[in-house]
């Protein structure tokens, strides 16, 4: 069986992302709760490329993602978009960064 997970880095990664996951849900007949939803067998045909079937409740599935941004706020907004139920709360990974060391770390690199 083959599995890939979804890396989603920076604002722009994760914006586009998003949307991605918009796509796929819709194509494999998954609601924004991580509910399959769908209407043909063809949809569950290869869904655990993209999606775990969550441990303990039967027909719920969650992105095999990684989302990461070093600020909080690209992740607050995904968490309540229209998708943000659909991941799991560890796949969120996000530092925090005052103005003091954001410009630091963009002076040396």
């Given at each position: 069986?083959?599995?890939?997970?979804?890396?989603?880095?920076?604002?722009?990664?994760?914006?586009?992302?998003?949307?991605?996951?918009?796509?796929?849900?819709?194509?494999?007949?998954?609601?924004?709760?991580?509910?399959?939803?769908g209407d043909s067998s063809l949809q569950l045909?290869?869904?655990?490329?993209?999606?775990?079937?969550?441990?303990?409740?039967?027909?719920?599935?969650?992105?095999?993602?990684?989302?990461?941004?070093?600020e909080p706020g690209t992740m607050d907004s995904?968490?309540?978009?229209?998708?943000?139920?659909?991941?799991?709360?560890?796949?969120?990974?996000?530092?925090?960064?005052?103005?003091?060391?954001?410009?630091?770390?963009?002076?040396?690199q």
């Open positions: 069986m083959r599995e890939i997970v979804h890396l989603q880095i920076g604002q722009c990664g994760n914006q586009i992302g998003s949307k991605f996951w918009e796509v796929i849900s819709d194509e494999h007949g998954i609601d924004a709760a991580g509910i399959y939803e045909d290869r869904i655990n490329v993209y999606f775990n079937e969550a441990h303990g409740t039967s027909g719920k599935y969650v992105p095999r993602a990684l989302l990461v941004d070093l995904v968490r309540g978009s229209r998708i943000g139920a659909l991941f799991r709360p560890d796949n969120f990974i996000h530092g925090e960064i005052d103005k003091k060391k954001k410009n630091t770390c963009s002076y040396i």
